[in-house]
C-alpha cells in the first residue's frame, strides 16, 4: 500500500502550482484578445491612441505572459517526479496531448508574441494586425490542448486497458480531442479568461478616472473591456450551465457532491440555494432549494433523476465487485501469460478501477472482505462541503460580473462614467473577484473527482510516485516560496507599469494623450 503522506504531499504540492499557474494563464487569455480588439480598431480608425492602448495593455499582457510560462513548465515535470505510477499508466495518452501542447502550440504562441512586441516597426498595419490575432489564437490554442489533458483525466475516452502491458493505450485519438467534456471544459474556461482580461481593464481604467488621469484612453479602454466582458460573463454562466450537464452524463458523483445531493428526490430535482452539507451525518442542513431548475438544468427533462450520494455509493459497490472479478481474471494471466486472457476480461476490465480503490485497505485485492468493499464505495465521495461551498460562490461571483458589465455597458456608451465615482470604486475593488472564482471553478473540477486521478480508472492514491515524505514536504516548499517571489514580482511589475500610466510606459508624454482625438 502507497504512503498515503506521500500522497497528500503530492496533491497539495501540484495543487499549490497549479493555482499559482492559474492567476496568470486566465488574464493571458483575456489581454491577448482585447489587444487584438484594440488594435483592429487603430487600423480601420487610424488614431494613434487606440495603437497606444495596444501597446499598454500590451506590455502587461507580456509581463503576465513570461511568469505564465515560468509557472507552468515545473507543472508537467511532477507528473515524472511526483506522479511515476501515473505517468506509467497512461503516458502514452497524455503525454501525447501535453507533447502537442509544447511542440505546436507554445512555440506558435511564443512566436507570434515576439512579432507582437518586435514586429511594429517591420511589419505593415495589417500584417502587424494579423499576427497579433494569431497570437490571441495561439494563446486559446494553447489552453485547448491543456484542457483536452485535463479533460481526459474526467472522462478517459479512445483509451483501453491492454492486459498485456498492464497499462492504458491510445485507441483513438478522435476520441480524445472531442471528448464532451473537453468542449465544454475550454469554452466555459476560455470564457472565464475572457472576463478576468476584461475586468483587469476595466478596473485599472476605473483607477485612471478616479484619479483624474488618462481619461480618454480609460475611457475608450473601458468601452471594449465592458462589451466584450458582458458577452464573456454571459458566456460563463450560459456554458457553465453546459457544464452541468455533461456531469449528468460523466461525473455523477461530482454533481451530486456539488449539490449536496444525498438521496435521490423525485424528478424533477430542485436546486439548493443554501446549505451546509455534513458530510458525518451523511444530510445537508439548513437547506434552501428552488423546486425542479436541477432536474432541468442537468438532464434537460422534467422526468429524468439527478441521482444522490447514497444510491451511486450503492453503485460504486456493484462496479467494486466487478472490478474484483476483473483483477482475478488478470492475476491468473499474470502467472500464465503465456495464454490467452480469459474472455470475460472485456466484460469486466471497464471496471478494473473501482477494484483498485480496495488497495487502500488490503494488497490482495481477490480477498476483499465486505467491511473492506463498502469503506471503498464510500472512498467514492468526495470532499463534499468545500466542492458545494466553493460551486456556489463561483456561481453567485458569476451573475455579479454579469450585472457588473451589463451596469459599466450602460455608463460606458452613455458617457456617465465619471458621474458615478461609487461605480468606479466598485469596479476598482471588483478585481480580484473573476481570480478568486477562477481558483474555486479549478477547485470544484480537481477536487470533485476525487478518489480519481483517472475518473474511474485509476485511484489518486495508486497515482504517486514511491519516494520519501521528506523528499515531497521540500519540494513543496521549495516550489511554494520560488512561486510567491515570481506571484510578488509580477505583481510588482505590473503596479509599476500602471502607475506610470500608459504614455510614461510607452516612452511618450502625457500631454500626447489627447493626440489622434
Not at 495543487?15 to 487600423?43: D, K, N, Q, R, W
Not at 495589417?126 to 483536452?148: C, D, K, P, R, Y
Not at 480537481?446 to 495508486?462: A, D, H, K, N, Y
Amino acid at each position: 500500500m502507497k504512503n498515503l503522506s506521500v500522497v497528500d504531499l503530492s496533491r497539495l504540492q501540484f495543487a499549490i502550482t497549479a493555482l499559482y499557474h492559474f492567476l496568470f494563464v486566465p488574464l493571458t487569455l483575456g489581454l491577448s484578445v482585447l489587444i487584438a480588439i484594440m488594435e483592429s480598431i487603430y487600423v480601420l480608425t487610424k488614431q494613434t491612441i487606440w495603437q497606444d492602448m495596444t501597446k499598454f495593455w500590451g506590455i502587461l499582457f507580456g509581463i503576465n505572459f513570461a511568469m505564465g510560462v515560468a509557472t507552468g513548465i515545473p507543472l508537467e515535470f511532477q507528473f515524472g517526479t511526483n506522479w511515476a505510477y501515473y505517468a506509467h499508466y497512461v503516458g502514452d495518452i497524455f503525454g501525447s496531448i501535453l507533447a502537442l501542447e509544447g511542440l505546436v502550440a507554445f512555440f506558435l504562441e511564443a512566436t507570434f508574441i515576439g512579432l507582437f512586441f518586435f514586429g511594429w516597426k517591420k511589419l505593415g498595419k495589417f500584417q502587424h494586425l494579423f499576427v497579433t490575432w494569431l497570437m490571441a489564437l495561439g494563446t486559446s490554442f494553447s489552453a485547448l490542448w491543456i484542457l483536452i489533458a485535463n479533460a481526459w483525466m474526467q472522462n478517459p475516452v479512445g483509451a483501453e486497458f491492454n492486459p498485456y502491458t498492464m497499462r492504458m493505450e491510445l485507441a483513438s485519438f478522435y476520441d480524445v480531442i472531442f471528448n464532451p467534456v473537453a468542449q465544454c471544459k475550454f469554452v466555459h474556461t476560455i470564457s472565464a479568461g475572457y472576463t478576468i482580461g476584461s475586468m483587469f481593464v476595466l478596473s485599472i481604467s476605473a483607477l485612471y478616472l478616479l484619479k483624474g488621469k488618462y481619461k480618454e484612453f480609460a475611457k475608450r479602454s473601458m468601452i471594449v473591456a465592458t462589451s466584450f466582458g458582458l458577452a464573456s460573463s454571459l458566456s460563463v454562466v450560459v456554458l457553465g450551465d453546459e457544464s452541468g450537464y455533461t456531469l449528468t452524463e460523466h461525473q455523477k458523483m461530482k454533481l451530486a457532491a456539488i449539490e449536496g445531493l444525498w438521496e435521490t428526490p423525485p424528478a424533477p430535482a430542485p436546486l439548493t440555494v443554501i446549505g451546509w452539507p455534513d458530510q458525518t451525518q451523511r444530510k445537508t442542513l439548513y437547506e434552501v432549494k428552488i423546486p425542479a431548475v436541477l432536474g432541468i438544468i442537468a438532464t434537460r427533462s422534467f422526468d429524468k433523476p439527478v441521482y444522490g450520494i447514497k444510491e451511486l455509493v450503492k453503485h460504486a459497490e456493484s462496479r467494486i465487485r466487478e472490478g474484483i472479478k476483473a483483477y482475478k481474471i488478470l492475476d491468473a494471466f499474470k502467472k500464465d501469460p503465456t495464454g490467452q486472457i480469459n474472455s470475460n476480461f472485456k466484460e469486466v476490465s471497464r471496471n478494473l478501477g473501482y477494484g483498485l480503490l480496495l488497495k487502500r485497505y488490503t494488497d490482495n485485492i481477490s480477498e476483499a472482505t465486505e467491511d473492506m468493499i463498502q469503506k471503498a464505495a464510500w472512498d467514492t465521495v468526495p470532499q463534499v462541503l468545500p466542492l458545494f461551498l466553493s460551486f456556489h460562490v463561483m456561481v453567485a461571483l458569476g451573475f455579479y460580473f454579469i450585472v457588473l458589465f451589463t451596469v459599466a455597458f450602460y455608463f460606458s456608451w452613455t458617457g456617465q462614467l465619471e458621474k458615478h465615482r461609487w461605480f468606479l470604486k466598485m469596479a476598482l475593488w471588483s478585481l480580484p473577484l473573476p481570480w478568486i472564482a477562477a481558483e474555486l471553478g479549478w477547485i470544484v473540477a480537481e477536487c470533485g473527482r476525487q478518489p480519481w486521478s483517472i475518473e474511474g480508472t485509476l485511484p489518486t492514491f495508486l497515482s504517486a510516485s514511491d519516494v520519501p515524505s521528506k523528499t515531497v514536504f521540500s519540494t513543496l516548499i521549495a516550489f511554494t516560496l520560488f512561486y510567491t517571489s515570481l506571484a510578488i514580482v509580477d505583481l510588482k511589475l505590473l503596479i509599476k507599469y500602471i502607475r506610470l500610466g500608459p504614455f510614461n510606459a510607452l516612452g511618450k508624454k502625457e500631454k500626447r494623450e489627447s493626440h489622434g482625438l
